[in-house]
């Protein structure tokens, strides 16, 4: 597969650095892949958005989930994955997230992270939606992310310590500096080589030089874990560095994207008021796994009856079970009732979330909690196979930004962590075995130059806000095809202007993060909702009004998306038992130089 060449409009690159690997973002996946590559002796840049830890993960407060309690087996976490998964899950994928998932927590542990314990030096494991067992480890309560990336954070920083000694001459061994970090970086596109093969990626370092300047890292291998795109939604619990960069930039570069229909919205989300926009405060699911219930402005526990996990069903099925109350009350909002916690546990249990809705001016102590559905998670993505490779050589993907077939139509609660930390080690683990049979191979892909290549029309800035508007309206939790097609009027008529804008009359937008970042929104909502229209059934946590059926007959089946060099979008359907991708015949494995010697 080559290259589609499309290009966000920017200026050539002004500088470079070599690598061998290029990890783009930071998180539980980036940061791990990171490490693990740099442990292989792969000379490995990271790029993150913000600084290293101010990616998704540090806001996750429920955990991570793991068959790591007595009694309970893979087998059992993998059941509960794909119930939830509502037939779309790819069984091997979800085989290997549950058996090297314990050991992949027990790594993680190693590396220095530390999760809560029984007083008997136990992991205190947790129940949360979907599980039918206790196996969800946490960390100073509901602040598992945090405690995740400090520990990732903390490891990165550590290695650059033992290669500033080395390099002084204070360490042994001689060990070459293998890791660097480029914070505050927005990277733009793919670089490939003649025969399109990832070569790097172009950025730019907000705050450094121009306004629109721009640099390039040259690597043979580009692991994308860039997170989400819930800033696609003018309400969502993903931080304002959410805009689908990653999977924008897989679909310019010619990837495939996959069950991009399925958003998770999750279902408590402190409710700010009807006009609120941006990031909002989560209230775990774990707050439920520890027995509140979820009421209507009467005190009724509406979701008893509807599942028989009652408010522990799968996140759609709670989240489409508020939004049918708030419908028949008129209302714009549910409660969360945990006032039987009483104070101690409020304060030692779920200290983040109490402190987050005292700020604004809510006791869950003494009062239900406002709670409303918001955009939360991408259950689809940049298709891999079980190496996390895509169907571009040499471009991998990881975390939230990809579609490894684990998910289906439906997250299951506290799989995400894991998903991102289990396929990290395997991305390196690939990656570094790549260079093995590279080894009598000449040199890495040399990047085409991007002169003369028209840029990818940007939007202008202001344009963020629009989509967020047609996206809330016509493709949020509740869908129909008149929405859907209200939705992908909107995103068409800007599509179509900055398209024309730039072609008859070479006008395009400043180039700039604020115009990267729109037009990259742009690009997710245009692919969700063609996959949403095309996807005629309720599944998972896609919701037809107009279509409110599962049809496993017609649609137990996946919509596959690629963007094609004139811009438009081509989609079809593969079944669902035929996920991984059909790799390219070229060789998918980065073309690595061979290991230079290292001193004993």
């Known amino acids: 597969m080559t290259s589609t060449g499309i290009r966000l409009h920017a200026p050539a690159p002004g500088w470079s650095i070599e690598a061998d690997v290029v990890v783009v973002g930071s998180g539980v996946a980036g940061l791990t892949a990171a490490l693990r590559c740099e442990a292989a002796g792969l000379a490995t840049v990271v790029v993150t958005k913000a600084r290293l830890d101010d990616g998704s993960t540090r806001w996750a407060q429920g955990g991570i989930a793991a068959a790591l309690g007595e009694g309970d087996t893979p087998e059992q976490h993998r059941d509960d994955t794909l119930v939830a998964g509502a037939g779309l899950c790819d069984e091997e994928a979800v085989r290997l997230l549950v058996t090297e998932g314990p050991d992949a927590v027990r790594r993680l542990i190693a590396t220095g992270a530390h999760f809560d314990e029984s007083e008997e030096g136990s992991l205190e494991l947790t129940r949360e ?6 196996r969800i480890a946490h960390a100073g309560g509901d602040a598992t992310g945090a405690e995740i990336s400090r520990a990732l954070v903390e490891a990165v920083r550590a290695v650059r310590r033992g290669e500033r000694e080395t390099l002084s001459g204070k360490g042994g061994g001689g060990r070459r500096a293998g890791l660097r970090t480029i914070e505050n970086a927005l990277v733009l596109d793919l670089l490939t080589d003649a025969e399109g093969r990832s070569a790097g990626v172009t950025l730019h370092v907000m705050g450094e030089g ?28 993903n931080p304002s560095v959410s805009t689908g960069d990653g999977v924008a930039l897989a679909l310019r570069a010619g990837a495939e994207v996959s069950d991009l229909e399925f958003v998770q919205f999750h279902p408590t989300v402190l409710f700010l008021g009807p006009d609120a926009e941006g990031q909002q405060p989560l209230v775990s699911e774990a707050v439920r796994g520890e027995g509140a219930h979820l009421v209507d402005a009467d005190g009724v526990r509406f979701m008893v009856g509807q599942h028989e996990l009652a408010e522990l069903a799968p996140r759609d099925i709670v989240a489409k079970g508020i939004m049918r109350r708030m419908r028949e009350r008129d209302a714009e909002h549910m409660y969360l009732d945990a006032r039987h916690f009483g104070a101690d546990m409020w304060e030692h249990r779920f200290p983040t979330i109490l402190a987050a809705c005292r700020a604004h001016g809510i006791d869950p102590v003494t009062e239900p909690v406002p709670v409303a559905p918001a955009a939360h998670y991408a259950s689809g993505g940049v298709r891999t196979d079980s190496h996390g490779r895509t169907t571009v050589p040499g471009l991998y993907a990881c975390g939230e930004v990809a579609c490894t077939g684990v998910h289906g139509a439906n997250r299951l609660a506290s799989n995400s962590l894991l998903e991102g930390l289990v396929y990290a080690e395997r991305i390196a683990a690939d990656i570094a075995a790549s260079r093995t049979g590279n080894a009598l191979r000449a040199g890495a892909p040399q990047p085409l130059p991007g002169a003369g290549r028209p840029g990818h029309p940007l939007l202008p800035a202001e344009a963020r806000f629009t989509i967020q508007r047609i996206m809330t309206g016509g493709a949020g939790v509740l869908r129909s095809a008149a929405s859907l097609e209200q939705a992908a009027d909107g995103l068409q008529r800007l599509h179509a202007d900055a398209r024309d804008a730039l072609d008859e009359q070479g006008k395009t937008a400043e180039p700039g993060v604020d115009t990267w970042e729109a037009t990259n929104l742009l690009c997710v909502a245009r692919v969700l909702v063609a996959a949403a229209l095309r996807r005629e059934e309720t599944r998972g946590c896609h919701w037809r009004e107009d279509r409110p059926e599962r049809d496993d007959a017609a649609w137990r089946r996946h919509v596959v998306v690629r963007l094609n060099p004139d811009r438009t979008l081509a989609a079809h359907t593969t079944d669902a038992t035929d996920f991984p991708p059909t790799l390219p015949d070229a060789p998918n494995a980065p073309n690595l130089p061979p290991q230079a010697p290292q001193e004993q």
């Open 210 to 237: 121009q306004h629109d300047g721009v640099g390039a890292v040259h690597a043979p291998a580009v692991v994308l874990a860039t997170g989400g795109m819930g800033q696609v939604f003018s309400a969502t619990t």
């Open 129 to 134: 939606g979907g599980h039918h067992r206790r």
